[in-house]
């Protein structure tokens, strides 16, 4: 990831924040969607430099970056915003800084139903040659902690309705930090668990 673009949300007391994140994100997810390969994916992805700040968990800035300024270009993130002039300001394609803090990847949080998680724990156990009642309980473990993290409103989100059938949807994001690069693609989101984002 060489190259990036900052967009800025402008809110006023007449539209919040998280409004205009719901505006932005489903422009940007647009974009992305008619860029995808045949692996649903991009080389895409988005940062969120303000993220965990208050009072607004995401911050008012997206970071998009991807691994060439004619990629940047290519995508015209003007374009797709340009419904949203006056509250969201599209920045100039920038190289990344070669003084950054690190890595970050920005994943997507999905939570699972009782029985979708016991129907991982089984398949885990298989795999692993451990019984199912310890991997139900690692798996139980893992998303009570989110669950935890969800209902304490300290896992930032973004409100979207769904592309497939108009349903209003929550995207969880989970920001962790990384010791070291790891290359690879991202969702339609521009979220990844895995693939990392220079951070500064």
């Given at each position: ?6 967009i800025?949300l ?22 992305l ?13 988005f940062?969120?430099p ?13 970071r ?18 340009n419904r949203?002039d ?7 394609i920038k ?17 699972k139903?009782?029985?979708?998680i016991r129907?991982?724990?089984k ?12 991997a ?10 989110y ?9 930032a989100?973004?409100?979207m309705?769904?592309?497939s ?6 995207i ?15 969702s ?6 895995f693939?990392?984002l220079p951070?500064f």
């Open positions: 990831m060489n190259y990036y673009v900052d800025k402008l809110s006023d007391t007449e539209i919040t924040l998280g409004f205009i994140w719901q505006k932005v994100y489903s422009q940007m997810h647009l974009a969607v008619e860029i995808k390969d045949e692996n649903n994916t991009v080389d895409v992805g940062s969120f303000l993220y965990g700040e208050h009072p607004f968990p995401l911050g008012d800035t997206l998009v970056l991807t691994g060439s300024k004619e990629r940047l270009e290519a995508l015209d993130v003007s374009k797709w915003l949203l006056g509250y969201a300001y599209v920045g100039e190289e990344v800084p070669s003084d950054i803090k690190g890595y970050v990847s920005f994943g997507r949080k999905q939570f139903s009782n029985t979708e129907r991982l724990a398949r885990y156990a298989k795999r692993n040659g451990i019984s199912e009642e310890e139900l309980s690692n798996y139980e473990l893992t998303e009570q902690k669950t935890k993290l969800k209902d304490d409103n300290q896992l989100f973004v409100n309705k769904s592309l059938n108009g349903h209003p949807m929550k969880f994001i989970v920001k962790k930090e990384v010791e070291k690069e790891e290359k690879g693609a991202f339609t989101y521009g979220l990844s668990n693939s990392t951070c």
